[in-house]
């Protein structure tokens, strides 16, 4: 457990609570009389302290989005690959107990068990550490990279706003350069600062067509993964 401890960033003062956060119910049910618990509880318990985590995170820092597109950012972040991915990255399928059946059946690699155990081990966290280690684990491993333009977003010069207001003390500021062509066919060209510094330039045939070509060449400089 020291292992996955160290991986996750946090010493359980209960280390029952992980050991039952790994328990597969297919473990648990092979071995009743076994102190350990299967993990359907701490995944109950896991998703809405997940569900509302993130939840406060989107309403928080992504003010000029509708709820139904904040819905959908939220389905994205706590999705069943989304989950594997990160139990993946804490190679938490090594720590799996399952059952015999399981075990043989490929359930230490499938993504619904490994998602699973991750709002258990969430949900461990949080009963061990309270609201302030759930958060932690949260910060650390679902919220690391936000989608933001992956998410069906086109809103280039929103989706930047957004991102760059998440650090204090950052100004943007779109400036018109230039114009050429004759008035029923005018390009317009517009450079982007962020605190006096350009980031991004882009062309169209209006000026707002302009600011969302310099923000696109923006979010690839400044946020590549994005």
Partial sequence: MNELEAAIGYQFHNITLLQNALSH????????HDSLKSNERLEFLGDSVLGVLVADYLYRNF??????????????????????????NLNLGKHLMLGRGEELGGGR???????????????ACYLDGG??????????????????????NTDYKTALQELVQQKKNQVLAYHLVGESGPDHDKQFRVELTLNDVVVGAGSGSSKKRAEQAAACAAMELLFPDA
């Fill in 63 to 88: 003010p000029n989005r509708p709820e139904g597109e904040l819905t959908r950012m939220r389905a994205d972040m706590v999705c069943e690959k989304a989950l594997a991915a990160v139990a993946a």
């Fill in 25 to 32: 119910s297919s473990y648990a049910n092979e071995r009743w």
């Fill in 109 to 123: 690699n499938r993504e619904s068990i490994l998602a699973d155990a991750v709002e258990s081990v969430l949900a």
């Fill in 131 to 152: 609201m302030e280690a759930a958060v932690q684990f949260v910060n650390k491993f679902i919220l690391v990279n936000v989608p933001v333009t992956k998410l069906q």
